[in-house]
């Protein structure tokens, strides 16, 4: 069977990206159809950022060995219970995508359950599940259908696990060894390593290559001392493991040899486009959706946003990108920056920023005052008072216009002085100004006014 529908706007995929880009749309009066081929939510909602925080909640419960209502846990946990884990995982999958569900009826959004492939650059062919097809006429299209783990680990047995994978463990390993210290390895050894497991971290630069290096090396600080090894300058071999139908191990520096009886491989993703009819259609890719500044592809009605044109693999991405590409349907004047975009990681402690990385200005030979200290936060959560959070932050000021570059946090509440940072940033806030606003005291946006008074008497 097959019939056709008529919307001002397709989007193909509905995790962070896609699921922002219908709302926002259809909050503007756009007509737009969502399509999605398994279930609402994608990556983010089943695999990704509420798996790994619900995850670290679980973790969290069982190394305070107290009940967690909240979290549907309802009696003392055992570390190696990871059956209830997958109920957790479950329940707020669950919870998540009917929340979303409410959305899309409330806001008129309709929505085709099938795998989407591009016709021509204004018609989309949806196939159900059932063999039914459908074809949707659009005036513009945006594809959001995300990423996967780089890593198969078909070749390599069942000892070798990507992220996916790992998520849905039944057992918790004795030993973990993680190949890769991006923000996904670190999340994920700061878990472990507080459910008793011991962790090692094999990673060929430094931890969070990607990030400030004044936060990675904290991270490496904290995950030393609650016990993970660290191998950092090595690379492991996975084109050559040697036996693993054994217990796999890697040689590191000094010609010793690290291993695990499981190995989570979490070093890249690739783009889902495969059957997306890209090609026939001339939108390049590379292996990523080739975009410009406004997430447009090459053919002009056709936007690529988050995860899958690779520019910055986290929900925050995404969001702001979809942000982007409905503003330029919608004729405004937009563009995505990935400096502009905050992001976190949620480590132990969590760590979030914004902004220029120092030794991106000293590459770009920006003449700028970087700052960084240790504070102790009392904000409005009354256990502070008696025991303080401690928060380390760094700012990059331009030393000339006095305006915020950059600002990397380290602590439990870093996602709220890294948003405030945003702002600041977003509004051209110097740090004369922010030296002079009324925050709530105490609370963690008066920690970000703190360190811009300092800087302030240093420029």
Not at 145 to 163: E, K
Not at 313 to 338: E, N, P
Request: net charge negative; hydrophobic share 40%; glycine share 10%.
């Amino acid at each position: 069977m097959s019939n056709s529908a008529s919307y001002q706007l397709a989007v193909i995929g509905s995790g962070a990206g896609g699921k922002e880009a219908a709302i926002l749309a259809a909050g503007n009066g756009l007509r737009v159809v969502l399509i999605e081929k398994s279930v609402l939510g994608g990556t983010s909602f089943h695999r990704g950022y509420y798996s790994v925080r619900a995850f670290r909640a679980y973790a969290e419960a069982i190394r305070e060995s107290a009940k967690s209502p909240a979290a549907h846990i309802q009696e003392p946990l055992s570390k190696t219970d990871l059956p209830v884990w997958a109920h957790i995982q479950q329940h707020v999958s669950a919870r998540l995508e009917r929340e979303f569900t409410n959305t899309l009826n409330r806001t008129g959004i309709a929505v085709r359950f099938g795998r989407g492939s591009l016709i021509d650059r204004n018609r989309v062919r949806v196939e159900s599940n059932q063999g039914e097809t459908e074809t949707i006429l659009a005036d513009n299209i945006i594809v959001a259908t995300g990423s996967r783990p780089a890593f198969d680990s078909h070749a390599l047995g069942s000892r070798f696990v990507n992220i996916d994978q790992l998520l849905q463990l039944a057992y918790l390993p004795e030993r973990l060894l993680i190949v890769g210290g991006g923000y996904i390895g670190c999340e994920i050894a700061s878990i472990f390593r507080s459910l008793g497991c011991a962790v090692d971290i094999i990673e060929k630069q430094h931890l969070l290559p990607d990030w400030d290096v004044f936060i990675g090396g904290h991270i490496a600080r904290a995950l030393h001392s609650s016990g993970v090894g660290l191998h950092l300058g090595q690379e492991a071999d996975l084109q050559h493991p040697g036996d693993t139908s054994e217990e796999p191990s890697f040689p590191v520096h000094g010609g010793v040899r690290v291993s695990g009886d499981l190995v989570l491989v979490a070093s890249g993703r690739k783009p889902n486009v495969e059957g997306l009819g890209l090609d026939r259609v001339k939108v390049i890719t590379d292996p990523f959706i080739l975009v410009d500044e406004c997430l447009r592809t090459s053919v002009p009605n056709i936007f690529g946003v988050g995860d899958v044109n690779g520019f910055g693999l986290m929900d925050s991405v995404a969001v702001a990108q979809a942000r982007v590409a409905v503003g330029a349907i919608l004729g405004k004047k937009t563009h995505f920056s990935k400096r502009s975009v905050p992001r976190c990681a949620h480590t132990d402690p969590p760590v979030a920023s914004v902004g220029w990385t120092e030794e991106e200005v000293v590459r770009a030979g920006l003449s700028v005052t970087a700052h960084s200290d240790m504070f102790t936060c009392v904000t409005e959560d009354e256990k502070s008072v008696i025991d303080p959070v401690p928060i380390i932050v760094k700012i990059l000021v331009d030393t000339q216009s006095r305006m915020i570059l950059g600002v990397h946090a380290i602590g439990r509440h870093a996602a709220d002085i890294v948003n405030a940072a945003t702002f600041a940033m977003k509004s051209g806030t110097t740090v004369d100004d922010l030296s002079e606003i009324t925050f709530v005291h105490e609370s963690a946006a008066e920690i970000l006014q703190e360190l811009a008074t300092k800087v302030r008497r240093l420029l």
